[in-house]
């Protein structure tokens, strides 16, 4: 069964400063896996995502990913967040079946 | 090109009544898809369509829910009768058939309240 784990439920970084958000994933074979964000009230976007090759994947708004086997992680950074990166962001796991499954999100306050 | 329309975007009911969201995808996404998000927690998949056939419907609570996506093209999602914990947003999202292209289009989400 596939499953994605975000282990930090919220994080709060100052406006410029670096960003990291971990994601963990449980999958038999080789996943497709993504990041989405949430804004409040809105729908899910896509950041990004990895199906093969590169293991740093580069996103919109300046997100990278990168994806280790061995750590079986797909976690997201930024070098310097925005004031308008606050948001809800989810790690999703998808197979060749089209489907997907998502983590409990991790929500980013940005502080001036 | 239009995105993915859901309607209505609230509606509150009373525990036992019933109520229907509404589903229109991006033209010629094959594959809808209809999401449960309780406040605080991740998508959770209810049912996917393929065309108008059910792909996966293991996580949907058939005693109350029901889905149908008769022509290929929109789809509704019933709830009856409705409980309280059935107070969340219902993300409806479709994607390109085929191959994996990675990409949900999400709608911007029904959101029910069950008093």
């Known amino acids: 069964a596939q499953s994605v784990t975000q282990p930090d439920i919220h994080i709060t970084v100052s406006e410029g400063a670096s960003l990291e958000l971990r994601c963990n994933y449980s999958?038999?074979?080789?996943?497709?896996l993504f990041w989405y964000v949430q804004s409040p009230g809105q729908g899910l976007q896509l950041l990004l995502k990895y199906f093969s090759g590169d293991t740093l994947v580069q996103g919109i708004k300046g997100f990278e990913a990168e994806f280790k086997r061995s750590q079986s992680s797909f976690n997201l950074r930024k070098p310097s967040v925005h004031w308008s990166d606050a948001a809800e962001y989810f790690c999703a796991v998808g197979n060749t079946g089209n489907q997907f499954y998502f983590g409990t999100g991790t929500s980013l306050t940005v502080i001036p | 090109e239009a995105g993915v329309a859901q309607s209505p975007r609230y509606k509150i009911i009373e525990k036992r009544q019933s109520v229907a969201f509404w589903c229109n995808p991006i033209?010629?996404?094959?594959?809808l898809y209809w999401y449960q998000q309780i406040l605080g927690q991740g998508p959770k998949l209810l049912i996917q369509?393929?065309?108008?056939?059910?792909?996966?419907d293991s996580q949907l609570p058939k005693d109350r829910f029901s889905a149908e996506r008769l022509k290929g093209v929109d789809s509704t999602l019933k709830i009856q009768p409705a409980k309280l914990e059935d107070s969340a947003v219902y993300l409806c999202?479709?994607?390109?058939?085929?191959?994996?292209?990675?990409?949900?289009?999400f709608g911007e989400g029904s959101r029910l309240t069950v008093l």
């Open positions: 999202a479709s994607s390109l058939q085929g191959e994996n292209t990675g990409e949900l289009f």
């Open positions: 033209s010629g996404h094959a594959t």
């Open positions: 999958y038999g074979a080789t996943p497709y």
């Open positions: 369509f393929q065309n108008n056939g059910v792909v996966d």
